[in-house]
């Protein structure tokens, strides 16, 4: 019985290998993450923009009838600011997926404690003259004062202990600590509160309590799911 398959010899193996398609360029993995360093260098520069408002003001005398409130409240603002926007991070994050998110993380966090050391800076040299005395009783007698010191003093061990070499010292240790920045905000918001409460001017205050609520209690939630979803 006659096969109808034909012997395969050399000249068919050239053939077949010549009309055999050729295999498809590898193409290099997209990361989707080339935009966080250009986007790093953007933030970086624009976190700078405060101060920078705040010397030109200075040097053309338009920081207003009281020179060292308007610096004091400004850092103090945008101290709130860069807090909000760090908290707000990991919301984004886990909202939208980008995990590069979290690589702002810790820029922002230094800048909102930048931004904190030139309002505590203002108030002790400009205020107070680095008078102990003076500023001791601020700390006992005003209130605002108190939490913004406690909140200040916070910041301080978060900043000391944010480079990758204390968070590998630390270990497991390092994320408790750092989770006093929910602490912060708070102490934070409270601060703006009773220091605007004084002059019945609660409008920034909401707003940014509001923010502040907003991102506290996302976490919360989250933190309650999961712990539901463990105990089941």
Not at 63 to 88: D, H, Q, Y
Not at 97 to 117: N, P
Not at 217 to 224: A, E
């Amino acid at each position: 019985m006659a096969s109808d398959t034909q012997p395969v010899t050399e000249t068919s193996r050239t053939t077949l290998r010549a009309k055999a398609p050729a295999p498809a360029t590898t193409k290099r993995p997209v990361t989707g993450t080339r935009w966080v360093v250009p986007a790093k260098i953007v933030v970086f520069i624009a976190a700078w923009y405060p101060l920078a408002r705040i010397v030109l003001f200075g040097m053309t005398d338009r920081l207003g009838a009281n020179p060292i409130e308007f610096i004091t409240r400004s850092t103090g603002l945008w101290t709130l600011v860069f807090l909000c926007i760090t908290l707000a991070v990991t919301p984004l994050r886990r909202l939208t997926g980008i995990t590069a998110l979290a690589r702002f993380r810790r820029m922002l966090g230094l800048y909102a404690f930048f931004y904190a050391t030139l309002h505590f800076t203002t108030y002790l040299w400009f205020d107070k003259w680095f008078d102990v005395a003076a500023i001791l009783k601020d700390i006992g007698k005003r209130p605002f004062i108190t939490v913004g010191f406690a909140a200040f003093v916070l910041l301080i061990a978060l900043a000391v202990t944010s480079p990758r070499a204390m968070v590998r010292k630390l270990g497991r240790r390092w994320q408790t600590l750092h989770r006093a920045i929910y602490a912060i905000g708070g102490l934070a918001i409270l601060h703006f509160w009773w220091m605007k409460a004084g002059k019945h001017d609660l409008i920034l205050p909401k707003i940014y309590g509001a923010i502040m609520v907003a991102l506290l209690g996302w976490r919360l939630l989250v933190w309650l799911r999961e712990r539901r979803v463990k105990t089941r």
